[in-house]
Structures are given as structure tokens and as C-alpha cells.
């Protein structure tokens, strides 16, 4: 009666998980909600400042003000800091539109740097080649979650007496040698996109610092320009954060570092069940990195094809980014052409982000691992 071994049935791994943690919390989320219908304070509030309050000591900072989303955070923070036409901002090209499109918008012109092929964040070598007279200021990108090597980039703002704003959109609660990311620039811009490790259920950011000159222009600039209501001392924007947004991500700040826990967990075991496959390069946790894993980025040979064949097994996968922002259509006016930036274009096409969120288990990780194999050997 010997029958051959049944294969056991394929388990389907999304990319992200949204729905459980949500679920988890759906009690205390919507009180806030029925907490929001009585106050009836929609936008701004002491919701928000309470906040603003919590998401400042979380993040080791003098001060927060809230803000619509991560991309006004960013313009925020580069106008705060005295951006002006025409000045030069470093930053890489191996990172989402919104770190540039908000310099841009904010009036400076964004100047592309090379990463490190080993942590694919920004090489502070290539920061130092790209500063010309008209450089105001550097953004470091903490991708994937990962911090940038901070001490050389710090040492050449200081050396150059340039300004440097975190892009925190990815790594809320990572560590660069026991210094949490968003302290050791002049300011931090911070993303709750529902993806990311700290969401709220909709739009909404934040800009960190200590300088509270600097913070006052930031919160002027999201409500009109105005220092108190309609006196405008300069024209601004509507970027206010909403306060149901606000009152969910109070429900979510004290679970943060239990998940960044979890999406650590969730790496280790990937390390163990990919560990042996030649094919593929794993992402590195840096020396210096307590990494938190907003994504887990392999790097694959015949990835388009690998891609597809985790698709058809059920496994959610994402590329991050396809395209360097120095060849996107949108910046052809800085006239970088194609090997201009090696390093970021040898990744671009070999990069593959894994399923990862805080409550992926052992058996999803097998699955993934199994898929992976399973392309290699050709089965
Ligand atoms: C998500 C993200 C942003 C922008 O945040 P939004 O809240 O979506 O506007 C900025 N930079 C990086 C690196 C991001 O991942």
C-alpha cells in the first residue's frame, strides 16, 4: 500500500499581514473613533498633541509636531532648515520618489549618490565627492529599516557645515550604535503609511528634532503659515495630522518595539532557511545596525523569473525600487544617464523583497524557503 508521500499543500504567504494586527487591537481602535465622535475634534487636537508627546519620547527627541504624511514631513523639514532655490541636497537614488520630490518642492535641487553595495544605503564616500558650493544640506536614507553609517556621514556635514535630515519613513525604532535613527540629524521625518513598522489607518507623518525655532516654522507651515488663527506671518500648507489618525497610532506606539521584536524573529529564521542557497545573497545586518527589518530584501539571480514562480505558489513578493529615481522619467532634467550610479543599478536588478511583518511564523518562512529552493533546482 505503499503510496507515494502526498505533498503536503502549499501554504500561501501574503507580503504583508494588515488585517491581524488590526484585529487584535480592534477594540481599543475604535474607541477612538467613538472617543473622536463626542469630541468632535477631527484635525489637530489634544489627541494629536498627546501624540505629538508620546511619538517625541519614543523616538528620543526634544519635540514632534504631526503632519499629513512622511512626504510633507520631509518638504517640511528641508524649508524649516532654510532651503532656498537652487540648493543643492545630497541624497541616493536607490530610495522612494518622496525623499526628492520634496526637496523639489521645497525649492533645492536633489544631487544622487552612490549606496554601498553591502547595506544598500547611502556611501559616504560618494556624499563627499557630490558637495559643490551650492550643497546646503544630506539626506540619509534608513532603508528597509536599516540605518545609514552615520559617524562619516556626520563628520562630512560638520566638516562642510551642512544640515542632515533623517528619512526615517522605514526604521521607526532601529539603532545606529545604540543611538536611535531620527537623533543625529538636525531633524527626522518620519512616515505612518499603513506598511510601514509604526501605521496609522490612512495618511499621516511627523517631523522629530530638538530645536524648537526649527519645530514652530514645521508646525506653522502645516496649518497655512499661521502663529495663531488667520494671522499668517508666511504662506504654508494644509498638513495637519488627523486626530483618529493620531488616536490610532497611540493604540499602536506601545506595541512597536514588540513588533520590530517580531520582525527580527521573522529575519533570524529566514537566515536559518536560506542560508545554503548559492543563488541568492542575504541582507545584511550591519555592525553597527539594531535593524528593524521594514523589509528583507534578497538579492537573486534570474529574478524576474524567481519572482514569478513564488507568485504562482501563492507567495507575495515586491520590488524596492525597480527603477533608481536618477532614471526615472521625472528626473531625466539632472542628466544622470544610465551607469552613472553602478552600485545602485547592478541592485536594482537583482533585489527581491521577502514577505516579512511581525506575525511571520516558522511554517510561512519554510514555504518561502521552499519555493526559493524549489526554483533553483528546477523541480
Ligand atoms: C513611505 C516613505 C516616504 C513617504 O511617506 P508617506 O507617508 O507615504 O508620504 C518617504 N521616504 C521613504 C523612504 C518612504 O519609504
Not at 76 to 82: D, T
Not at 228 to 241: A, C, F, Q, V
Not at 290 to 300: D, K, N, P, Q
Request: include cysteine; charged fraction near 20%.
Amino acid at each position: 500500500m505503499a503510496s507515494s508521500s502526498p505533498r503536503p499543500p502549499l501554504v500561501a504567504v501574503p507580503f504583508l499581514d494588515l488585517v491581524t494586527p488590526h484585529q487584535q487591537l480592534e477594540n481599543e481602535l475604535l474607541d477612538v473613533l467613538r472617543r473622536a465622535l463626542v469630541r468632535a475634534a477631527f484635525v489637530g487636537g489634544s489627541e494629536v498633541e498627546e501624540f505629538e508627546r508620546e511619538f517625541a519620547a519614543f523616538a528620543g527627541a526634544d519635540g514632534c509636531v504631526g503632519v499629513n504624511s512622511g512626504t510633507d514631513a520631509l518638504r517640511f523639514a528641508y524649508q524649516a532648515l532654510g532651503t532656498r532655490p537652487g540648493d543643492e541636497v545630497v541624497t541616493v537614488s536607490h530610495t522612494f520618489i518622496a525623499t526628492t520630490e520634496s526637496i523639489t518642492q521645497a525649492g533645492g535641487v536633489p544631487r544622487f549618490v552612490d549606496v554601498n553595495d553591502a547595506t544598500l544605503t547611502m556611501d559616504p564616500a560618494a556624499v563627499e565627492a557630490a558637495i559643490t558650493p551650492r550643497t546646503v544640506g544630506i539626506v540619509p536614507v534608513h532603508l528597509y529599516g536599516q540605518p545609514c553609517d552615520m559617524d562619516p556621514l556626520l563628520a562630512i556635514a560638520r566638516r562642510h557645515g551642512l544640515w542632515i535630515v533623517e528619512d526615517a519613513a522605514q526604521a521607526h525604532g532601529a539603532r545606529y550604535r545604540d543611538r536611535p535613527v531620527g537623533t543625529m540629524g538636525a531633524m527626522a521625518a518620519w512616515s505612518f503609511y499603513p506598511g510601514k513598522n509604526l501605521g496609522s489607518c490612512g495618511e499621516g507623518g511627523a517631523v522629530t528634532g530638538n530645536d524648537s525655532t526649527q519645530l514652530g516654522v514645521v508646525r506653522q507651515l502645516r496649518e497655512h503659515g499661521q502663529s495663531r488663527k488667520y494671522y499668517h506671518d508666511i504662506e504654508g500648507y494644509n498638513g495637519r495630522l488627523h486626530a483618529i489618525q493620531a488616536g490610532f497610532l497611540r493604540v499602536k506606539l506601545p506595541h512597536l518595539n514588540g513588533w520590530n521584536e517580531g520582525r527580527r524573529r521573522a529575519a533570524a529564521l529566514y537566515r536559518q532557511a536560506l542560508a545554503d542557497i548559492p543563488e541568492i545573497r542575504l541582507p545584511v545586518e550591519a555592525d553597527y545596525s539594531y535593524h528593524v527589518w521594514h523589509l528583507f530584501v534578497i538579492r537573486a539571480e534570474r529574478r524576474d523569473r524567481l519572482q514569478a514562480h513564488l507568485t504562482a505558489r501563492g507567495i507575495g513578493t515586491g520590488l524596492h525600487y525597480p527603477l533608481p529615481l536618477h532614471l526615472q522619467a521625472a528626473y531625466q532634467n539632472l542628466g544622470l544617464g544610465p551607469g552613472s550610479l553602478p552600485a545602485t543599478e547592478r541592485a536594482v536588478g537583482e533585489i527581491l523583497s521577502l514577505p516579512m511583518f511581525p506575525g511571520l511564523t516558522e511554517d510561512q518562512v519554510g514555504a518561502v524557503a521552499e519555493g526559493i529552493r524549489d526554483f533553483y533546482s528546477g523541480s
